[in-house]
């Protein structure tokens, strides 16, 4: 009887957490593992769950990526890398990035850029437009996308340097 107690509080927990906001198979079967319930009870509870549409991984997909578009400025290799993490399906997460609005990454990739160019330092404009390109890297932008907008940034800066 004191399993079964367990249980179910466990997946009123779920259906909470689950309600507060969007989660995954992985978020929830870890915390289902934290709150000591067996394998079985684990997967009984999150076949609930998506029967009962608590989760459902292509909308935790969509609001995810969104998400750290938006307020975290990840690119689409970071988002890639960190949704595998979560054993998220291949299939779900290259439409979610193709769903991506170009012209909005692009901005959303300048707008950081400009934010950090205040504060790269080098001793030319070739080392603070690698500097840049490093630091878009570092949030999952393409290469290629990175250089060409930190050429363009570093560009325009030194235009404004020289008084054009």
Sequence with gaps: MEGIVHYRQALTKAMAMCS?????????????RLWELSEEEISSAIDYLVKERFLNEQRYVQFYVNDKLRFNKWGKLKLSYMLRQKQIPDALIKSALSEINDNNYLEILQELLK??????????GYERKAKLAVFAQSHG????????????????????????
């Design 20 to 32: 507060q906001s969007e989660r995954c198979r992985f978020d929830v079967s870890a915390k289902l």
């Design 115 to 124: 934010l950090k160019v205040k504060s790269v330092k080098g001793a030319s």
């Design 141 to 164: 932008f393409e290469a290629e996308l990175a250089f060409r907008v930190a050429s363009q940034i570093i560009g325009d800066d030194a235009d404004q340097e020289r008084g054009f």
